[in-house]
């Protein structure tokens, strides 16, 4: 399998963090969104926005940082947003259940 390279950009502003995925999310690249993720969902008030259109794949593991994220946003009363979600990323969501707690705008 060719798998597409991931990269996590931050874009951040007076009004809101932004993160743009894209690649494969997988088992081998999951630790690098848990290590931008994690911190800004945990600590960060202003609104976190992620734009996952170029985000091509994600497995398990990749829903589990989500999810992880989920938690922390919560234990702050703070939401995550997704933004532009291809529908096969969206479908893992709901199948998951996860969709549920999500804001995809």
């Known amino acids: 399998m060719n798998q597409l390279p991931?990269?996590?950009d931050k874009v951040e502003s007076d009004n809101e963090v932004r993160l743009f995925?894209?690649?494969d999310l997988?088992?081998?690249?999951?630790?690098?969104l848990r290590e931008v993720l994690l911190p800004l969902?945990?600590?960060e008030t202003k609104p976190l926005r992620m734009n996952l259109r170029e985000l091509h794949y994600m497995d398990s593991t990749g829903l589990g940082v989500f999810i992880a994220a989920l938690k922390l946003r919560n234990s702050i009363d703070s939401e995550i947003y997704l933004e532009e979600v291809p529908d096969k990323i969206q479908r893992i969501f709901q199948i998951s259940g996860v969709d549920q707690y999500?804001?995809?705008?």
Do not use: C, R
Request: proline share 5%.
């Open 21 to 23: 995925i894209s690649g």
């Open 26 to 32: 997988d088992l081998a690249t999951a630790p690098q």
């Open 102 to 105: 999500l804001t995809m705008v």
């Open 41 to 43: 969902a945990e600590k």
């Open 6 to 8: 991931f990269v996590v």
